[in-house]
């Protein structure tokens, strides 16, 4: 089946850019997202790429996209101390109706 | 819109009750899904349902658990007798049909579900 990948942590200070990386299995992923789990919080929807873009820019976050890697990363410039949260990576693909989730990747941003 | 709707927020109960939890989508989103979120397993799908019609349940982790579409406005989760190993967070998420692709899910704020 679909696997999502990402790494557990990540520790940057604020002002610095974070970058958090996502590794996925599905060769067709359509859709691939990036979500926002802030403590006791839903997950949000910060940000989506299709899978024919290489690149997408929403004011701080870049979302870049190597097909050919199935890499996914998300990089948040200017990080703010309201922006440590988990931040998932998920996809969607061909006919599949369902996101594949990755096991979400805790921001600190410290002072 | 009020987004997904999940109640309750918290539940505390007894090993051995049944309990309930409840979710109201988006109004005019016509497939729900039933996640569960733990530190060890990270966020499941249990199931999810398409115009009302449950579709893929194989996340339903034992015949304890069942989940129910009366109609498009309201599902249930029911996990019935409940066991400590069921605390979690559970989540309930909304979309329209496939032209949401470009939006995801809609996702509730969870109820937190402790079995002592």
């Known amino acids: 089946g679909e696997d999502v990948e990402q790494s557990l942590f990540l520790s940057v200070r604020e002002g610095d850019s974070s970058v958090i990386n996502c590794t996925y299995t599905?060769?067709?992923?359509?859709?691939l997202y990036w979500y926002k789990q802030e403590p006791g919080a839903g997950l949000q929807l910060l940000t989506y790429?299709?899978?024919?873009?290489d690149m997408k820019q929403d004011q701080r976050l870049t979302v870049l996209l190597n097909k050919k890697d199935k890499h996914l990363s998300l990089r948040i410039a200017d990080t703010q101390t309201g922006d440590s949260a988990i931040y998932f990576c998920?996809?969607?693909?061909?006919?599949?109706?369902?996101?594949?989730f990755g096991t979400g990747t805790r921001l600190q941003v410290t002072l | 819109d009020a987004g997904v709707i999940q109640s309750p927020r918290h539940e505390v109960t007894e090993m051995g009750q049944e309990v309930t939890l409840r979710c109201k989508p988006i109004?005019?989103?016509?497939?729900l899904f039933w996640y569960r979120q733990t530190m060890m397993r990270g966020l499941e799908l249990l199931i999810y349902?398409?115009?009302?019609?449950?579709?893929?349940d194989s996340g339903m982790p034992e015949d304890r658990f069942s989940a129910k579409m009366p109609n498009a406005s309201f599902s249930t989760l029911k996990i019935q007798p409940s066991e400590p190993r069921d605390s979690a967070v559970y989540f309930c998420?909304?979309?329209?049909?496939?032209?949401?692709?470009?939006?995801?899910?809609?996702f509730g704020s969870g109820t937190r579900l402790t079995v002592v």
């Open positions: 998420a909304s979309r329209f049909g496939l032209e949401t692709a470009t939006y995801g899910y809609t």
């Open positions: 790429i299709f899978s024919n873009m």
């Open positions: 998920a996809e969607i693909g061909g006919t599949a109706s369902k996101l594949t």
């Open positions: 599905d060769s067709s992923s359509t859709y």
């Open positions: 349902f398409n115009n009302n019609v449950p579709i893929d």
């Open positions: 109004s005019g989103h016509n497939s």
